[in-house]
């Protein structure tokens, strides 16, 4: 294994290592709404406890200037009205659930659709919309990590026996520990335990990348590479068919070789939305995060890399992106950013015998990690 490869499994093997508790519902009015930094090497790093949310990522370019380059908001409270999840942590399950429901041991469970006629990202309040408590911030010469915690409750995204939406089952503790490694190195651990039932759990970091800037335009000049060979097609709603298709000859292929991104957006209705398979390793000495993706932007030599234990992400770019009243008064449209959202297959619990599970049993622990490496040349 390369250097690398031996760093990114010690570093699995230690999230692994730890575990969360909690076993009482959080209340948003206990907690107030604030802005938190980190900072270590080139990386600066800016966040909010509303939606444990990374509100920004200053890096600088192959000549030293610094940019912003994630979309987001100056104030925190502008986070109470987003609706397009600006580097939110989203779940219980992210992205889509068909029919806003699911049957999990013989229970069904009706959720409230905010997508069509399915369930987005968790529902209408989702963890994307809850204040999370800072449970640890530690910024020295040799550390720099912030953790941030919350307290699902059983029934949540419920409306009560009149509405006949029962929310997701079990009590549930989740965590999300962001933190700024050596080489400008950026980790993003999220756990979730549940305390009484089994539950689907998917969560994802939904951060909006422009490596430009975030008030340089669009994205469709980056080149990116994503280390798939398949997709999941979906239906007129975005929900999978089930199915898996190889991205060869299409316009989903970024395989074969790195490519701008908007040299085939034309022939993807909309933009591109959808969940790619990871090309996943065998065998005991393989590393137990997989390259995923690698974004480029020559104008300012930015490059990202991603590396992932998840077994799908979703690539998005900002297709519905409209007018948005970002930070330092830019406005955000169409393809303003583009997401790279490690996760779960979407509505896989409606597709127990097609996608890998994401139903966690009391005792054990769901845990996703995602980094990313920041360089320019």
Sequence with gaps: MTKLSVFFTLFLF???????????????????????????????????????????VTFPDRHGKLADISLGFDNPEDYKNDTVYFGNIVGRVANRIGGAGF???GTYYKLPANDHNNTLHGGPKGFSDVVWKVTELVQTSKQAHITFSYDSFDGEEGFGSLLHFTGFPGDLSVTVTYMILKHNILAIR????????????????????????????????????????????????????????????????????????????????????????????????????????????????????LWTNQPGVQFYTGNMLDSVKGKGGVTYNKYAGLCLE????????????????????????????????????
């Design 103 to 105: 049957k999990l041991n």
């Design 342 to 377: 490690t996760q779960g297959f979407p509505d896989a619990v409606n597709h127990p015998n097609n996608f890998p599970s994401q139903v966690v049993e009391p005792g054990h622990t769901y845990v996703h990690v995602m980094v990313f490496r920041f360089t320019a040349a």
């Design 190 to 305: 999220m756990s979730a335990t549940p305390l009484t039932k089994a539950t689907p759990v998917n969560l994802a970091y939904h951060g909006y990348w422009n490596l430009g800037g975030h008030d340089s335009g669009t994205i469709l000049n980056h080149t990116i590479h994503i280390i798939s060979h398949s997709y999941t097609p979906v239906d007129d709603q975005l929900i999978p068919t089930g199915q898996f298709a190889m991205v060869k000859g299409t316009p989903y292929d970024f395989t074969t070789r790195p490519r701008q991104i908007g040299s085939r957006i034309d022939e993807v209705e909309g933009g591109y939305d959808i969940n790619y398979v990871i090309a996943r390793k065998i065998g005991p000495l393989e590393p137990h995060l997989e390259k995923t993706a690698v974004v480029r932007d020559e104008a300012s030599g930015r490059k990202m890399e």
């Design 14 to 56: 230690q999230a692994l290592s730890f575990a969360s508790h909690g076993h009482c519902k959080a209340e948003d009015d206990e907690v107030a709404v604030k802005q938190y930094e980190l900072q270590k090497g080139n990386l600066k790093l800016g966040f909010t406890n509303y939606g444990a949310t990374l509100n920004s």
